[in-house]
């Protein structure tokens, strides 16, 4: 009997099935897709990949036999890894890779696949299992060969995405480094406030407990509008200096190794009111 397929249905292959591989398969085969196979660099990342898919065969060797199956493989190996695994498209018709900052051509290196964009989730993925819904309404950057990038947007629609598309590499480059200081920037100062809190006479979890509704406060005020200094409160924001000269008494009594930190956050943050 024949496999009748939906007509938008697409057979997808998982080159890469980590964190954001496997929420990706996820939300595809939640969306009706069919995921064909997907490939671990690991024993241990295979067994987690088929402890979650117990139905799609999972593969390590470098001989991928599951791609001619496939409409379409999706790369999402770390960055440094891409270009050598692009000799193993060779034949493939439509690859993407989900990197922010490599141009989707390295899928094309001696010989890989026709047509490619990079299709990048603009998500963090924890290290848990997360299900379809992580996917909901988050924003991908399209770039590469227009071939691909219609099917990756057809994609991007089906699992609940936001798609837009990138058309130079400065632009590419420039909404990376946006996302890189929203998620990256954001953890390293969350960071030093746990270590200033900890200064207080606390524990490390007591310190991330406390803070963390405070961060989620901060983000629920941020939803609510398109400029973010509205959003900004506290001392520098009130051009309150006592406040301020008090913590960094504090601060060089206490940590004083926090003292730089503290200087650049509220210089930064005088800088840019300045601005508004």
């Known amino acids: 009997m024949m496999n009748v397929r939906e007509p938008n249905q697409q057979s997808v292959y998982i080159l890469g099935a980590g964190r954001c591989g496997r929420a990706l398969a996820h939300a595809l085969a939640a969306a009706g897709h069919s995921i064909v196979g997907c490939w671990n660099a690991t024993a241990e990342g295979a067994a987690e990949t088929r402890r979650q898919f117990p139905s799609v065969p999972v593969e390590q060797a470098e001989k991928i036999s599951s791609f001619n199956q496939a409409d379409v493989v999706w790369v999402a190996v770390p960055d440094r890894f891409i270009a050598d695994v692009a000799p193993w498209l060779s034949g493939v018709p439509i690859a993407f890779h989900a990197s922010g900052a490599i141009p989707a051509e390295r899928l094309k290196i001696r010989g890989g696949a026709q047509f490619v964009s990079a299709v990048h989730p603009l998500q963090s993925f924890p290290a848990h299992t997360v299900g379809a819904e992580h996917l909901d309404g988050v924003y991908f950057g399209i770039e590469g060969d227009d071939e691909a990038a219609i099917v990756a947007t057809q994609l991007i629609l089906d699992i609940g995405g936001v798609p837009f598309r990138v058309s130079t590499e400065e632009e590419k480059a420039l909404y990376h480094a946006a996302c890189c200081v929203a998620s ?71 940590v004083p190794e926090e003292m730089s930190n503290y200087h650049m956050v509220t210089e930064l943050i005088a800088a840019i009111l300045q601005t508004k």
């Open 184 to 254: 990256n920037a954001f953890v390293v100062l969350f960071e030093r406030a746990v270590r200033l809190f900890i200064a207080s006479g606390s524990s490390r979890a007591e310190a991330v407990r406390a803070l963390l509704p405070l961060v989620h406060g901060t983000i629920q005020n941020l939803e609510q509008t398109e400029f973010p200094l509205r959003a900004l409160t506290g001392p520098v924001a009130r051009g309150d200096t006592e406040v301020v000269s008090t913590h960094l008494a504090a601060i060089q009594q206490v």
